[in-house]
């Protein structure tokens, strides 16, 4: 019974004008634009928040190569941009009486013990929840926190034929032990977003991924195989090697991090699975989202 509705720079483009035939209210705003989002917003109930450090990230990072330079400024340039964005929303969102709750798609930080990395992507959401909680308390106090897993769309679970055996290799620099949960961002964020708000009170850290799907990398190797028929190999790779062909550190300064503590173990305290919400929510596991 909700009216949703959805935010974008640009109310013409194809996925603005379906989510408009499905029944949403498309409006035109930019998280650049504080302005715009106070209009957004006006006499919501609920927000759900999500922004993009890899558009600017890509866009710089060709730039960059383009002429002949060190793509690590790619990294800064973002992380600017989406701290930028995250603030903008938080104050706009703070001075909306109406909000009743405000959820957050965000990354756990990958700084353990004051050591910093060049992995900005896992900082910047991290920075914006930690302003709202220092500059916006009222609005901290309706803050709820969904962390999504591995995309099933991860370059990490696309193998490399080999033409000559007719096996499928996953080079990959996470160890074969580590976990990585895995989630459909386009089929099941929405649904754990709808719990967090309608049957969970506030303060909820949701480490959001699909149903039979929390895998380590071997598992989820060997999942691949099973629902494809077809003989999948593990190829650990080292962050080194991976860098040698063309991976940035952008990606793999985090991966150092995982190898050594587990996806899971760089999520915050308190931190809670699907299967501890008040409604459970069902969704295709990644073997079935591979068979489909």
């Known amino acids: 019974n909700w009216k949703v509705r959805a935010i974008t720079r640009n109310p013409t483009s194809e996925i603005a004008q379906a989510l408009s035939a499905r029944g949403s209210e498309v409006v035109r705003a930019d998280l650049g634009d504080p302005a715009s989002l106070t209009a957004a917003f006006a006499n919501v109930d609920a927000i759900f928040l999500n922004t993009n450090f890899f558009e600017v990230f890509f866009q710089e990072k060709a730039a960059l190569e383009a002429e002949g330079k060190d793509i690590?400024?790619?990294?800064?340039?973002?992380?600017?941009?989406?701290?930028?964005?995250?603030?903008?929303?938080?104050?706009?969102?703070?001075?909306?009486?109406?909000?009743?709750?405000?959820?957050?798609?965000?990354?756990?930080?990958?700084?353990?013990?004051?050591?910093?990395?060049?992995?900005?992507h896992s900082e910047t959401k991290a920075w914006t929840a930690a302003y709202i909680e220092r500059e916006h308390p009222t609005l901290a106090k309706k803050l709820s926190l969904i962390f999504p897993g591995a995309y099933n769309t991860n370059q990490l679970f696309v193998p490399v034929e080999d033409q000559a055996s007719g096996k499928c290799n996953f080079y990959v620099p996470v160890l074969p032990e580590k976990h990585m949960p895995i989630i459909d961002p386009t089929k099941s964020i929405g649904p754990f977003v709808r719990v967090l708000i309608e049957d969970e009170?506030?303060?909820?850290?949701?480490?959001?991924?699909?149903?039979?799907?929390?895998?380590?990398?071997?598992?989820?190797?060997?999942?691949?195989?099973?629902?494809?028929?077809?003989?999948?190999?593990l190829v650990?790779?080292?962050?080194?090697?991976?860098?040698?062909?063309?991976?940035?550190?952008?990606?793999?300064?985090?991966?150092?991090?995982?190898?050594?503590?587990?996806?899971?173990?760089?999520?915050?305290?308190?931190?809670?699975?699907?299967?501890?919400?008040?409604?459970?929510?069902?969704?295709?596991s990644f073997e079935q989202w591979l068979k489909d």
């Open 72 to 120: 690590a400024a790619a990294s800064q340039t973002a992380f600017e941009a989406e701290t930028t964005w995250g603030k903008n929303a938080a104050d706009a969102a703070a001075a909306i009486p109406t909000l009743e709750r405000i959820v957050f798609s965000i990354l756990p930080s990958a700084v353990v013990d004051g050591k910093k990395t060049r992995s900005l």
């Open 201 to 233: 009170p506030p303060g909820i850290k949701l480490l959001a991924y699909d149903t039979d799907s929390n895998l380590t990398i071997a598992d989820a190797v060997e999942t691949w195989s099973r629902a494809t028929g077809r003989e999948g190999v």
């Open 236 to 284: 650990t790779v080292s962050t080194d090697f991976a860098h040698s062909l063309g991976a940035p550190w952008e990606f793999l300064d985090v991966v150092n991090v995982v190898n050594e503590r587990d996806y899971i173990g760089l999520h915050p305290e308190g931190i809670i699975h699907p299967s501890q919400l008040k409604a459970k929510v069902q969704t295709k």
